[in-house]
C-alpha cells in the first residue's frame, strides 16, 4: 500500500510539472509584400510575457502552455 501511495504521489507530481511548462513561440511577421515588419509588439493577452519583432521581423517568445493566443500591435 504504501508503495502504491509513493508511486501515485510521483505521478501526481509528474503531471503537475509538466503542465507548468513553458513553450517557445517563434515567428515572422510581415506585410501583404512579405517585408518584414519591424518593431510589432508581440504579447500574452494578460501582458505577462511580450516581445518585440527585429529588423527581420522575426520574434521569440516563452509562454506558459496553457496559452492559446497571443496579441500583436
Given at each position: 500500500m504504501?508503495?502504491?501511495?509513493?508511486?501515485?504521489?510521483?505521478?501526481?507530481?509528474?503531471?503537475?510539472?509538466?503542465?507548468?511548462?513553458?513553450?517557445?513561440?517563434?515567428?515572422?511577421?510581415t506585410?501583404?509584400?512579405?517585408?518584414?515588419?519591424?518593431?510589432?509588439?508581440?504579447?500574452?493577452?494578460?501582458?505577462?510575457?511580450?516581445?518585440?519583432?527585429?529588423?527581420?521581423?522575426?520574434?521569440?517568445?516563452?509562454?506558459?502552455?496553457?496559452?492559446?493566443?497571443?496579441?500583436?500591435?
Open positions: 504504501r508503495k502504491l501511495i509513493l508511486t501515485l504521489t510521483a505521478a501526481f507530481c509528474f503531471l503537475l510539472s509538466a503542465s507548468a511548462q513553458n513553450r517557445t513561440v517563434t515567428g515572422r511577421v506585410n501583404d509584400k512579405d517585408a518584414p515588419l519591424e518593431g510589432v509588439n508581440i504579447a500574452t493577452p494578460d501582458g505577462q510575457r511580450a516581445t518585440q519583432t527585429d529588423k527581420e521581423g522575426k520574434f521569440s517568445l516563452s509562454v506558459p502552455s496553457s496559452v492559446t493566443t497571443l496579441v500583436f500591435s
